[in-house]
């Protein structure tokens, strides 16, 4: 009974914790322009949120691009139950899948961040992490599955419509969703990526990694939507835009 009683009071504790923190991140991290840059007035017809965490991405885009189709990813099993039921509101208009994407389809470990499931990620966390953010502590190892980008949106029923936008937020595993995905990428006309400077997780991708990749696909790096500074004033991570080179000369306009 004790521990029935403990286990209650720590899901609780963890669901307030994760209440607050997305609170404080939403106060310190500046709203983004709803001009994203320019990308607001592309004709986007299909968004690819990974990492969707609880939707609030989604919901974000989805407001900005009205005619839009979301296929939205998110392995962890409690931010997608609300993801799940926010999806369920759109009338069709939003898929959700409980998976994790990276450059293999298999089973793996992802290390959940219990008091700030938002910072959880396959890969592990290195102690300037812990240290800069001590509440990533509290962490359990969980299965999930992982597919492959081009496995997933292949499968769909019926193609996306474009053009298409991806978002990626997967703690420094953004290389790994690349790789798996240049078919889709090919096809996108630009992506938003949360890239980490400081070294947050083991073997985590680093701007050159994903400048390359992108940059072999076609795709231009056209700024950063918000940065987050240390005291000293460095930048520890940013949003990303990168746009097909192709789409430059009307983006610019």
């Not at 102690?127 to 190892?141: A, G, W």
Request: glycine share 6%.
């Amino acid at each position: 009974m004790q521990k029935k009683i403990q286990s209650q009071w720590n899901q609780v504790s963890y669901k307030i914790s994760n209440r607050f923190f997305n609170l404080v991140g939403h106060l310190l991290v500046k709203e983004w322009n709803p001009k994203l840059l320019g990308l607001s007035k592309l004709p986007i017809r299909s968004i690819i949120d990974v990492g969707a965490n609880d939707g609030n991405f989604s919901q974000k885009l989805s407001r900005i691009f009205p005619q839009s189709h979301i296929y939205s990813f998110e392995p962890l099993p409690e931010p997608f139950k609300k993801l799940e039921q926010w999806g369920k509101q759109q009338k069709g208009r939003v898929k959700v899948f409980n998976i994790a994407l990276g450059d293999s389809i298999q089973a793996i470990e992802i290390t959940k961040h219990l008091y700030f499931n938002q910072s959880s990620s396959i890969l592990k966390t290195t102690q300037l992490c812990e240290r800069i953010y001590p509440m990533v502590k509290k962490q359990q190892t969980i299965v999930v599955q992982q597919s492959t980008l081009d496995h997933k949106i292949s499968s769909l029923p019926t193609p996306l419509a474009p053009d298409i936008l991806i978002k990626l937020d997967v703690q420094g595993y953004e290389d790994r969703v690349i790789r798996g995905g240049i078919e889709t990428f090919k096809q996108a006309i630009a992506c938003i990526v949360e890239i980490s400077l400081d070294i947050l997780y083991q073997e985590q991708a680093n701007f050159k990694d994903i400048f390359l990749r992108l940059d072999q696909l076609g795709y231009c790096y056209a700024g950063n939507l918000d940065q987050v500074q240390g005291k000293d004033g460095h930048v520890r991570y940013f949003n990303a835009v990168f746009i097909k080179k192709i789409a430059v000369n009307n983006y610019a306009r």
